[in-house]
């Protein structure tokens, strides 16, 4: 495919210097920004919206149209695109016009917009939807997949799921079937196990296509610390990975493993139980998250607070929404504005933005 070059003008913002590791997009009034950890200004709030930094690189809205600022807040590509996906491998795909095409970091085309949509590089391969099928092309523009397929996901573990006519299969990255299409529906592999839905029901398959854990529930998350929350009729309980109920099914909901608990709703209220189903922490609570940083997340009556592993509180409810720890930091909203925390509860940055999101790093 044929390269060309998109001019554009370098413009500076008036911004202080990403000087710190992490920032977060922040809005003040209706203008989006970037802050810095210490809660100022890294740029100036100035964009209709904006992403968070990929490579290097954070996209925003100005005027209607997308473009790219760096982490020092100079524009790199002007505003010029309808839409834009984060750059992954190098690449962004951008849409101008009605098609979609690739820029690089400079904002130059290196595939030329010519795609009804177009997905994120993963594994050196992009998914990109022409004529109404899907298909796959390498970081020159060539096709190595030609469009063929309904719909499709993202390579992951060397396999993609995609669908032909009704049914979804696996191939590899020259496209030739790894899992001939056989299921309702198909997700990525992770950690060798895919999860598949045949009849109705889910299960999980290895990479050659076996059933390790056949088709039988209704509802099934992916495997977290070596559990699944799984839901056959109306109660979840937790597999291992050869299928066997580790603990029985028996609540009304239930989250993900993370630090060796899991939260899980018994009647009404949310509780958290450990890996061989004991009550860690009664169930008491209207809504809960998982334990990050020994730290987790919950609702009493119309509040949240932060227990710990016993249940105890370490800050007590008084957040209308309350989110998981990030870097020793947790993102709160009081008084419909939202500030950050630290694990005593003491605000590192006083609530003040009406739309923010959590910290994640510059570079």
Not at 26 to 55: C, L, M, T
Not at 92 to 105: F, H, L, M, Q, T
Not at 256 to 274: H, N, Q, T, V
Request: with cysteine; proline share 4%; aromatic share 16%.
């Amino acid at each position: 495919m044929k390269k060309f070059t998109l001019s554009f003008v370098v413009i500076f913002l008036s911004v202080t210097v990403f000087s710190q590791e992490y920032i977060a997009c922040a809005r003040k009034e209706k203008e989006w920004g970037y802050i810095d950890e210490s809660g100022k200004w890294a740029v100036n709030p100035q964009f209709e919206h904006v992403q968070s930094i990929s490579e290097g690189l954070a996209a925003f809205r100005s005027n209607g149209e997308w473009g790219f600022v760096d982490k020092v807040g100079k524009f790199i590509v002007n505003p010029q695109f309808e839409a834009v996906r984060d750059f992954h491998d190098g690449l962004a795909a951008v849409r101008k016009g009605k098609e979609w095409g690739y820029i690089d970091k400079e904002g130059k085309w290196l595939i030329n917009p010519q795609f009804e949509k177009a997905m994120d590089f993963t594994e050196g391969l992009a998914a990109i939807s022409y004529h109404g099928d899907w298909g796959f092309i390498d970081k020159n523009g060539a096709y190595i997949i030609n469009p063929q397929f309904v719909r499709t996901g993202d390579f992951s573990e060397n396999l993609a799921a995609v669908q032909k006519g009704r049914e979804w299969g696996y191939i590899d990255n020259t496209g030739a079937w790894v899992i001939n299409p056989q299921f309702e529906d198909a997700e990525p592999f992770i950690d060798g196990l895919a999860k598949v839905r045949k009849a109705g029901e889910w299960g999980f398959i290895n990479n050659s296509g076996k059933y390790e854990i056949n088709p039988q529930f209704d509802v099934a998350h992916n495997f977290s610390e070596g559990l699944a929350a799984v839901r056959k009729g109306r109660d979840w309980g937790f597999i291992d990975k050869k299928g066997t109920y580790i603990i029985n099914p028996q609540f009304v909901d239930a989250g993900d493993f993370s630090e060796g608990l899991a939260p899980i709703k018994k009647g009404r209220d949310w509780g958290f139980i450990d890996k061989v189903g004991k009550y860690v922490v009664n169930p008491q609570f209207v809504n809960a998250s998982g334990f990050v940083g020994g730290l987790a997340a919950v609702q009493m009556l119309k509040e949240w607070g932060y227990i710990d592993k016993k249940g105890n509180w370490v800050i007590n409810p008084q957040f209308e929404k309350a989110h998981d720890y990030n870097n020793k930091r947790a993102m709160v909203q009081k008084a419909g504005e939202i500030g950050w925390i630290d694990k005593t509860g003491t605000y590192i940055i006083n609530p003040q933005f009406p739309n923010a999101f959590d910290f994640f790093k510059a570079d």
